[in-house]
């Protein structure tokens, strides 16, 4: 069975700093991607960035340079460094596990992509 369960979500001030975790069991996907996504009250579930199997990464505009993805594949561990955090950070943050790869040059794979989602972790940031 399939478990994602993300960790680190918190309430900080405007240009503070949040790592989240993502911890994933279960799976056997030899060639995977995993992603991060957000959902804010009242509106849709966004794409944020996506890691693959070989440390491909992508990330959406309005994350840009202040996001890092990364990965421990050995503790099957997923990452998101967040800096730089702004009011409109603020979302409930999920980690997602599909069978997929990243194009660096392009957007994230969509949500489509993705067959495991975590629970989610609450970010919110306050100015």
Known sequence: QV?????GGDSVQVG???RLTCAASGYTY??????????APGKERE???A?????????TD???GRFTISQD???KTLYLQMNSLRPE???????????CTVVASRPPPSAVEYHYWGQGTQVTISS
């Open 47 to 49: 794409r944020v960035a």
């Open 89 to 99: 950070d603020t979302a409930m943050y999920y980690c997602a596990l599909g069978a």
């Open 16 to 18: 503070g700093s949040l």
């Open 73 to 75: 594949s050995s503790k």
């Open 62 to 64: 309005p994350v840009k």
């Open 30 to 39: 030899s060639r995977y991607c995993m992603g991060w996504f957000r959902q």
């Open 51 to 59: 890691i693959d199997y070989e440390d491909r990464t992508s990330y």
């Open 3 to 7: 478990q994602l369960v993300e960790s």
